[in-house]
Nanobody, 120 residues
């Protein structure tokens, strides 16, 4: 069994910053891509940023230059540094990872989500 646990969400003023973390826990697994998605009320879940095991990154146009995704492979953790936040960034942010386990092969795993609210 593998779990993704997110932390770091909250309420922030426009222009402020937050750092999200997501740690994978369990036994006997290997992680390929890790990513952050977000879902605002009434909207679909969209990709925010993605990072490969080797560190190659990809960003949504709406966050490029403001958000930075990074990972620590030794800790099985992915981070999302969010700067210059605006109200349009308000959403539930979900961690996603492409994980291999011998018993089941490759599968996509999701965290439980963490709320980010940008408001004055």
């Amino acid at each position: 069994q593998v779990q993704l646990v997110e932390s770091g969400g909250g309420l922030v003023l426009p222009g402020g910053s937050l750092r999200l973390s997501c740690a994978a826990s369990g036994r006997g697994f290997s992680i390929n891509y890790m990513a952050w998605y977000r879902q605002a009320p009434g909207k679909q879940r969209d990709l925010v940023a993605q990072i490969s095991r080797s560190g190659n990154t990809n960003y949504a146009d709406s966050v490029r230059g403001r958000f930075t995704i990074s990972r620590d492979n030794d800790k099985n953790t992915v981070y999302l540094q969010m700067n210059s936040l605006n109200p349009e960034d308000t959403a539930v942010y979900y961690c996603n990872a492409d994980i291999y386990r011998l018993e089941v092969g490759w599968n996509a795993y999701w965290g439980q989500g963490t709320q980010v609210t940008v408001s004055s």
